[in-house]
C-alpha cells in the first residue's frame, strides 16, 4: 500500500514541478455546492484551478467492503485514499489517460457507489471484480484493478478484463508520463 501511494505522489510531484515549469494551471470542474480540497482561486466559467492535495484522514472504505462483502485490494485504497485532485493526465504505452481522483468527500462517497455497481455488474456478468482507477480517451475501455490480484489492465466495459498492463499498481504508475499533463 505504501509504495503505491509513494509513486501516485512522486508522479504527481513530477506533473505539478512540469506544469509549473511551463506556467499552466491545472483546472476542472468547480463543484457548485461543495469545494474541494485541491481547489484554489476564483470560478471562471463553472472551472476552478487545482493542485493535488494529500489528505490529513485515513479514507475509510469499510461501508464499501462490508456493503460487497469483500476485501477492497490494499493498492486500491491507497490510490483513492490519497487525496483530493480534479484528474490526473498522463500517457501510457497504449494511448492517453487520465488518473481518476477524488474532488472531495462527498465525491468520495459517490466513488464509492460507483465502485459497488461496477463490482454488481461484474458480479451479474459472472466476471472477475475490478476496480476502475483511469478512464481513456475511448468511452468503451478503462484502466482496472483486477480486485483478486491487483493486476492492472486495459478493460472494455461489460467484458472480461483480457489485455494485462502491469503486475500491480505502482509498476503500472510507473510506466506513465506526466510530459502532456493537464
Known sequence: MAEVQQVFQHLLTEAVSLAKQN????????????????????????LVAWWPVARTTT????????????????????????????GL????ARGPLELLMVWHDED?????????????????LKQQETVFIAATDDDELL??????????????????????????????LQQLSVQNAN
Open 143 to 172: 484502466i482496472s484493478v483486477l480486485n483478486s490480484t491487483g493486476e492492472v489492465f486495459l478493460e472494455k466495459v461489460g467484458c472480461e478484463v483480457k489485455e494485462l498492463l502491469a503486475p500491480d499498481l505502482a509498476s503500472f
Open 23 to 46: 506556467g499552466q494551471t491545472w483546472q476542472s470542474y468547480a463543484d457548485p455546492e461543495l469545494g474541494s480540497p485541491a481547489q484554489y482561486g476564483e470560478v471562471q466559467d463553472d
Open 108 to 124: 468520495f462517497i459517490r466513488l464509492q457507489h460507483n465502485i459497488i455497481a461496477h463490482i454488481l455488474m461484474k458480479r451479474r
Open 59 to 86: 479514507a475509510d472504505f469499510s461501508g464499501l467492503q462490508q456493503a460487497l462483502e469483500f476485501s477492497l485490494h490494499a493498492d486500491v485504497q491507497a490510490f483513492y485514499g490519497w487525496g483530493y485532485g480534479g
Open 89 to 92: 493526465t498522463a500517457t501510457h
